[in-house]
Each structure stands twice: as structure tokens, then as C-alpha cells.
């Protein structure tokens, strides 16, 4: 083992998620365990440079587990991103005496690890924290679960005023650029259709289903939009492109927005956090450096940064289908 | 008594709120209890019109008291702004044999109701239905208490968000003429300021809050805005007003929509729609007419319908100076 | 003025309720807005003995408003039951300069207060927390309306198993010596039969009831029962005694315990700590002592302790009635 | 294929669980995408008995696919045991021209549909439908993932009371022979110590981890105990030898008992439900019969029956380690 590890630093990145907090817990319990120091860092890699950084032991994480957001914080950092940023950053870890550290984030945190790593040759392990479920290496993200559940309780609540009304709604959620969201809240609350970054159904699919679903007596429909559907339209000019085609229909729009990631994890999120923490500290003790742990089949794994954030993360073709069925 | 009364009709009008359907499950169960027939009217006034009537039981309500929305359906309708629509819905009413109605909604409800009863001599009578609370002579409408809860909820999640990034986030909530949600939610919430339609607090104001909360070490804001703000500015305006004006801040906005209209309705809606259909069909049975019913110090009251449209619901001043006090 | 006062101390005492905190908050915040020293008394009187005190700023509030428990925790205290520990208590106020303080918590809290007030001619000041709702001079205590939310939430829950299998529930809810939360939530979630301490209904009519509830068609039954229900049988034995003499039915049991204590509190009781907090606080200020503070009709209000701790809270029986006709 | 199906009967039996509505749906609108007629079949194989069936199209499921319990009611059956029972019901589904059918439950349902299978030749698949996720042949049993939700979700409340009291609790959950929830919920709670019915750990490690707790700072613990716990004591013998061996510990029991089991599904058990509703009607239509469908590395799969019955459900010993390192 080239790096004999004593001091380990953790930070979260980019968006937060919920489940961050049980993996920073996870952590620095992890590292209690082997009596190895911890480090919380503060907001990123900005806390980071600014070398704002805090012993943290098993106690500094008690009641945390099912909090949303950070409590260490999270920023995003331009500096970082400049090689000076970075030596500043290496250098305040190494005053601190921090010889590992562990990001919590998405892939643009897991890029700024992988060449920090290879410039310093400076042993980092990532937690995939992001609602989006968007990255290679991990059928699930931290926070995606919970994002799952919330979305559904929403909609369940417009569905309320929907179907009292005979309305169409349609309903934007988060995903910029993969459609996990969209499909399976888009299922799981029974959405007429749904609308997502890697299909281009057509306008004339929409208002054909619509037709369709109008026709078989429903009264009022749903219709699930990711951000960065593949249409290219927003749920605004959906809607008048609708009402401007289909009189009968009265639309409204709902941007769900940042409500998306906050909240209390749900069980499976905090297990995942916790499972995760432990990987990544006892990978980065029996001497791994520069990958992201994931789960895949119900058992940690870890995928080089390189793949991960290079890699695809793709979606359930066969929940297209079961959604076509479903609004049958 | 001029009406011996046999069958009532129960119908829900205008926006759908929690609470609609315990009210029509208590208007249909008290009848029940009475020995009243009771018929369900389809889509407010429109289905009054369509002659859109279903005789229900006691059993035809069960399993409704915890849901949102209104199983009868709810819309706006024109016609029965009429003259004309007004006589065929009487004559519906005639033809059914429906000799009084209670009507669940809000002040242009109650309108229709008022001159229904003026032109055709029909005993009715009102349940307050609406989550703005904006009704005359009663201190909670129906669905007010639900949606405040749902509004701190969701604006906990934004605020594990806003707090994890150190962010200032400006949510929109309901009320366009009153600001009973906005200033509840801003209290329980901790919001830091709160805009609404009654109070003209300035644009400066804000500012020096903002600065203010900053300086006392405060990271993240949030400023709840009643749809109908005096300032009478959007979300989007005050965003970008903050901006230019306050470059330290990261400003996000949220605009919380339909979906505070939705969900199970809380333990006190639901008690309140019990109590209030028993009284609604108590009253028409003793002879009232043209009075809705609501509460007042915990207990049951009637208003007459002229008043509670003309009338104005008053928020708590007292509120105001809370919410300051606790954002010192 | 007899007392100009400097520092306020607060704590909370007896059983812990949701708003605890935000009542905390409201304390702290009101004295920094009145430019007064607050400090916190951790584990009620008997940390007030042991001199276990910080002092707290309007930052050390910071995102508690919406969580369950105490932060400054609570305590039952043998000593400060006797002269002797109330002198301690005493000399331990006057050493850390506090002279003033707020006890948030239930009647024994209150009468402990009182005592105290009488012996040092100490200003004190109470805030009624406790989820029974059972307190002379206030119409809701902190957490009240919480926990009838959170029971309504579970006894949904169990309802979609009693309906699945046409089963009989006993459920038992706090209240020991009142019924209000096995009344309200009775009411609230539609339950067949309502047990409460304040009236003996009799095994027989609860056998008829159930009946004629059979007979009327439903295939499930859900009874609420308060613990300190007057027909003086627990749960279990109410199975024992309907399985006997209704073999048609298969019952079943829950006993909800401490969980009803417990969870973020709802909007109205957020609001209402915030209130009762700058009260509390300012009518010590102004001179005032010996006092609960309460909220009658909407609007602020001190009870003296005596009458607190003497007084009667009474059900509303009215709700009774309803619920009778709700189970026609 | 021996079989040309053109009618499918479905119901649910044994235990209730969330998703069991969600599943219904999905092989009703299954049915009906395939222009197949579908039958739901009430009460169980009671039902099937009785011959109490009723024709269903894809209206008659609409807003169920949020909602707990099952609309179809569930039921043991004695009858079905015997050999007459089931005659009886085969005589049934062939007088309405059902020729194979869905079961959505547990194990001994299972059971029932492979001996009915091989009596008759009747065409018979199997959903799992409970929490317990006691199953062999699926990673998820629906209702399990919302059980686990619904338990962390009343763990927290109850620890707001545990940590502002510094109590132990004994929290009692389902699991008479797996420990599924008891493990992923005490890790997602965060207990101090999770007893489980697959490993005896002892008395005298319980009582150590305790004190280490207590040594550790924790003023406040939770554990968690499976009905079938291995160790073999209820959570009240278990509250009593605590007390007797650590009389500084307060301590408190919950028994969580049938919530557990009810609540609107979580978004995974919704999207499952929807998918194996799919698998299961169109195996059944390629010829498939007596098989279990089930999830395994999120995808659909196929277990014969004998082997889903037989197969033993494994908890991840990974899980244990993992609550051993966060409670260090």
C-alpha cells in the first residue's frame, strides 16, 4: 500500500441530495470504527481551498440520518477547476495532515477528484449523491429513491384537483438529461403520458394519446415532463400547443422545482448512504483510490472515475411499455 | 316552517380544496340519520343544470373522509349565471324532487346560491370550501388547515436546499386577495420575510431584511409571496430585483401551484366538514335558509349569505409582528 | 415594576410535545429582540438544580422550528419536589444572574412554578406543551394538533387492513384523563365507536353499536379508545369481551404509545408556539408573573397558574353527537 | 399451447400489503391492452368459492393505484384446504369461463395455486404480495419497500421522544422468520442493536452494546426487535431484564403491529406492481403456468412455484456488519 491512511476528509459537491447526511455519518463512523481521524470539509471543493475544515467524530453525526440536505455544506467551485485552485486545496489538506478524502456528489464533483488525484497523486473515493440517478456505476444514486417518493406524493396531490376539475396537467420534473425520473413517477402516479430526454414521441403521439385516453371516459390526465424532454418543449408551450389543438381540454402547468431534493431520505436511501460510506473508507484503507462506489444486484461495487462520468447511465425500456399498457 | 323538506340535494362548486369530501359524506350521513333522501349533484352548478344527480346513502360515502379533491366534481359554470340556466336548474331540481340544496365552495358559490334562493323561494344553505380562508364569518374555511401543512412541508424540503447551498429562494404560495396562508406558512416555516396582498411593506424594505439576516450570520433565506402581493411584483421580478441588487445572494424561485389544493385533509378539516354538514342539514331541516355555516370560537355559527360574500375575512396583525420578532 | 429582568431562562418539563422547540425558539428570539439574555435550562427542574444552563442566541434556534422532541431536553424532578431541591434550583438561578423564567410543559410543570414563584417570589411564566390538550385556559396546548394529525395518519393506515380483511380494531390513543384526542380523531377517521374518560357508554351499547354497524352493511370496524377510557377496560380485554359475544367478528388490537409524542409540528402548532413565545416573554417584561400563557378564541391569553392547575379542560360535546350521526 | 386464454381472474390473498391495488390494476389494464376479459375475484379463494366475481374493464381500476389495502378483500380459507373446497371453486371459475387466474400473495397462497394447478390443469401465476419479503425467488415482495418507509418514518418520531427523555427503547416490528425489515429499518433508524430471527446474538452482547452506548455519550437508544427474534423474548421480557441488569436505563416498549402494514405504496412498490402485473398476465397468455414472477437485478423473472415455496428468503449479513460499524 502506497499511502498509509490516518486522516480522512469528506465533503459533498454540487447538488445536494437527500442521503447525504447518512453518508457523511457513515463516514465518519466508518472511520471511528478503525480509529481513523476524520475531517468534515466545508461547502466543496470551495471549503476546501479555504481550508474550513472540522474534526469530526462519531458523535458530531448524531441525529442526522434522516435530515435532507448537508450539513457540511455544498458549493460549487470555479476555482478548483484552475490548477492553482487545486494546489491551494492540496496544500491546506496536507497542513491538516488529511491523506484521503471522500466526495460525496455527482459526476462534475467526480471529475474535479479525478484529476485532482492524478495531479497529486492523492487517494480519493466518490458517493454518487444526486437525485437524478444519472450516473454510470450505480443503479441507484443517493437521493433518487426519496426523489421517487416525493414526485408521487405531489402528483397523488394534483391529481386530487385534476380529477375534480376534468383537467390536463402537465407537470415538469427534474432530469436535464436522463429520464429516470419522468418514467417511473410517470408510473408509479399513473401518468397518461410522459415525456423524457432519450425519446422523441412527437407532438402528434401526445395529442393522439390524449384523443385516446379522452375518448376511453377519463375525465383527466397527467402528463410527466422531464426537464430536458427530448421535444424540446417546455410544459408552458405544451400546454398551449394542446389547448390550441384539443378545445376540451382545460390545461395546467406545475414546475416542480427544487422541492425535489430536500426532504427526510426514505429507508432505502439511508441504507444506501450508510452501505456506501463503509465501502468507500475501507476501500480507500486497504490502499483504493480514484473510484466511485456503486451498487449493482443489492452489492457494493466500485467503478473507476474515469467510466463513471464517461459512461451512460441508461433507463428501463420495458417502463415505456408497461406506462403504453398502463394507459391503455 | 314553509319547506317541508324530503330530499337534499349536496353539490361542490368553484376550486376544490381537502375537506369537500368529509363534507358531503357528513350532508349525506346526517340526512341518513334524519331519514332524508339525499342526492349527490355532479359538477357544481353545471351538473345542477345537466340534471346530473345521483341518490346516495350511507354507504355510498364511505371510504371518502381522507381523500382530496370532491368525488362529486367540482366546475365554474356560466350558465347558471343566467337567468335562463338558473330556471332549468330549477327545473331539474323540481323534476327531481330535490326541495333544498347544500352548496360546498366559496363566495361566488354562495353568489349563485343567494340569488337561486331569491328568484325561486329554495331553501339553501352553504359549507365554506376553500384553502385561501377567505371567506366572511367563519375562522377556517374548509381545506385552509391541510394546505397550511402541506405548504411547511414542502418549504421544509426547499429549505434543506437552500440551507445546504446558502441560497435566498422566493415561493409562492396561494392568495390572491388574502394573505392568511402566506403569513401562517411564513411564521411556521421561519420564513424571513413575507409578502402579502393586505400590507405594502416597499421593496426597501425587503432589501434592508435581506441585508439584516446576512449580517446576523444568517446563510440561507426564504420569503414567502402570496400570489396577490401588494408590492405587486412576480417571484421572477423579485428575483431579479434581489439580484441587481443584492449580488451576494444566489436567488432561486419557486411557485408552489396546484398542489396546495390536493391531499388528505388534516385531522382538524376533517372534523370541521363533520360538524359542518350536520349543522348545513340541521338547519335546513329547523327551516334556515340562505346561511352558510362556519365556525367561530369553536363552535358552530350561521351567516347570512349576503354578508359573507360582501364580508371580509381579516388576517391576524398580530402575525406581522411575530414574524418580525422571530426573524431578528 | 417590582423585577427588571435581565435574563430569562427557559425549559421544557414533563412529557416532551411537538412545538416544544419552536416555542424554545420563540423564547430566545423574543429576548434577543428585547435586547434581554436568554438561557437554556437543559432537563427541566432537575437541570435547573444541577445548574445545567447555556446561554443561547437567536443563531442557536436555528432550524428547529419544524422538529419534534427538545432540544433542551426534558425530565421528571423528585427533588424539585421537595424545599430543599427548590432552594438549589433558586440559589443556582441566582448565581448564573437569571431572574426570570419560562417553563414550557404540562400542569405538574406548572404547579412546581407556582410553588416556586410563592417560596422566592421569582418571576415565572408558563407555556402549556403537552399533546393531551388537557390544561385549564387555553383552548389547544403545544402538539396538540400535531398528534391528532399523526394518529388520523396511522388509523388510515390501519383501516386499509381492517377493510381488506373485514376486521375489528381496537385502537388505543392517549388521554388519560380526557378524551379530546380519542374524540377528534374518532371523529376524524371515522371510526364506528368513541371510548373516553369522561363518559361510561357501556359495553352494551358498544355491542349494539357494532351491530347495527354490521347490519348496515359495513364489513370493517374501527373503535378508538382513550387509555383512561371510563368503561375502565384495556384494549385487550375489549377484544376478549366482543369476541365472546360477536364471534362474526375477528378483532384485532393496536395500541399506538409514543409515537403519537413525536414528528415535526404542523403549521397551526408552529404558529402558536411562535406566539405563545413572544408572549411569554413580554409579559414578563411588562411585570407580569404566575401566569400560562393560552390562546382563546384566536387571541392571546394569560391564565394565573392556580386556575391552570386547577381548572378543567372540557371536550366538546357536541362531537359526540356527531360522531353518532357520522356512523348512522 | 394447450391453453387459449380468454379470461383471467385475479385476487388477492393472505396478508394485505401496499401495491396489491397497484397490482390489480396493472393485470386488469393488461388484460384489457390484450383484448382479454378480466374478472376480479373477491375475498380471496373464499371468493372463488363462492363464485363472487365481477367483470373488470380499465376504468374499473382507476385512482387505486395509490392506495393501500386491496379493493378485492383478502381472506384465509379453510375450505380451500381440502380437496371438496377446491372442486368446488374449480366448478366456478369454469361456470363464468375464467381459464387461469393471478394470485397477488404470500407463500401459503402460493401453495394453494400449485396444488390447484396440478389437481385441475388450470392455468395459475403468482404476484408476492407482502411486506416481509419473505420470499424466495424476488428481491422485492410488494409492500415491502413501503414498510420499510412507513417504519422509519414512525422510528423517528418515537426517537424525538427517546433522545429528549434519554430513554431506550424496544421497538417492535414485523418478521416472524426473516429479518428484512427489522435490518434495513434499525440501519435506517439508526438503532443501536437490530434483533433479528436468523441469528441469536445473545443477551450479553445486547446488554454490552448498551453500555458501550451509554459509555460512548448516546443518552438515548433504540433497538429494534423482529416479531421472531431469535433470542426468543417479547419486547416486554426483553424491557425487564434490561431494567433488572441497567437500572440507569428508562425503558419503553413500542409494538408497531399492523400500520405496518397500510398506507399509500411507495413509488417503487407502484412502478413494481405495474410491471409484474404486465409479466404475469403475458406469461400466462404465451403458455406460462404456475410460476412466481419476481424482480431480480431489476428485471422480471420466473420462479416455478415449488421452488418459490420452498426457497428460503436471505437477509444481507453485509447489513449486519454495516449497523455494527454505526453504532461504534
Do not use: W
Not at 17 to 41: E, L, Q, W
Not at 81 to 99: C, F, M, P, S
Not at 168 to 191: C, K, P, Q, S, T
Amino acid at each position: 500500500m502506497l499511502h498509509t491512511i490516518k486522516k480522512i476528509g469528506v465533503l459533498t459537491s454540487g447538488g445536494d441530495a437527500p442521503g447525504m447526511n447518512a453518508a457523511i455519518r457513515s463516514v465518519v463512523r466508518t472511520c471511528a470504527f478503525h480509529d481513523i481521524k476524520c475531517y468534515g470539509i466545508y461547502r466543496g471543493y470551495e471549503g476546501m481551498i479555504d481550508g474550513d475544515f472540522v474534526e469530526m467524530d462519531a458523535r458530531s453525526v448524531k441525529g442526522i440520518i434522516n435530515k435532507g440536505g448537508t450539513i457540511l455544506k455544498s458549493a460549487r467551485s470555479k476555482e478548483f477547476r484552475t490548477k492553482e485552485g487545486r494546489q491551494v486545496a492540496y496544500d491546506q489538506l496536507k497542513k491538516a495532515g488529511i491523506d484521503a478524502f471522500v466526495v460525496i456528489g455527482g459526476d462534475g464533483s467526480f471529475t474535479g477528484a479525478m484529476v485532482f488525484n492524478q495531479e497529486f497523486d492523492f487517494p480519493v473515493m466518490g458517493i454518487p449523491g444526486t437525485i437524478d440517478n444519472d450516473i454510470f456505476g450505480t443503479t441507484h444514486t443517493l437521493g433518487y429513491d426519496t426523489a421517487l417518493n416525493t414526485v408521487v406524493e405531489v402528483i397523488d396531490k394534483i391529481r386530487d384537483t385534476a380529477s375534480s376539475h376534468n383537467r390536463l396537467f402537465f407537470i415538469e420534473v427534474m432530469g436535464r438529461d436522463v429520464g429516470h425520473i419522468a418514467l417511473n413517477v410517470g408510473v408509479g402516479a399513473g401518468a397518461e403520458e410522459i415525456l423524457i430526454p432519450e425519446e422523441d414521441l412527437g407532438l402528434d403521439r401526445l395529442l393522439e394519446s390524449l384523443r385516446r385516453s379522452k375518448a376511453s371516459g377519463k375525465s383527466s390526465s397527467i402528463v410527466v415532463v422531464a426537464e430536458g424532454d427530448k421535444i424540446g418543449k417546455s410544459v408552458f408551450e405544451l400546454k398551449d400547443y394542446v389547448e390550441e389543438n384539443m378545445s376540451e381540454y382545460e390545461v395546467r402547468v406545475s414546475v416542480l422545482g427544487h422541492m425535489q431534493r430536500g426532504g427526510s431520505p426514505s429507508c432505502f436511501d439511508r441504507v444506501l448512504a450508510s452501505r456506501m460510506g463503509v465501502k468507500a473508507v475501507e476501500s480507500l484503507l486497504i490502499g483504493k483510490s480514484n473510484y466511485m462506489v456503486g451498487i449493482k444486484n443489492d452489492m457494493m461495487d466500485l467503478t473507476p472515475f474515469d467510466q463513471a462520468v464517461k459512461g451512460k447511465s441508461k433507463i428501463n425500456m420495458e417502463l415505456l411499455r408497461v406506462s403504453d399498457i398502463m394507459t391503455v
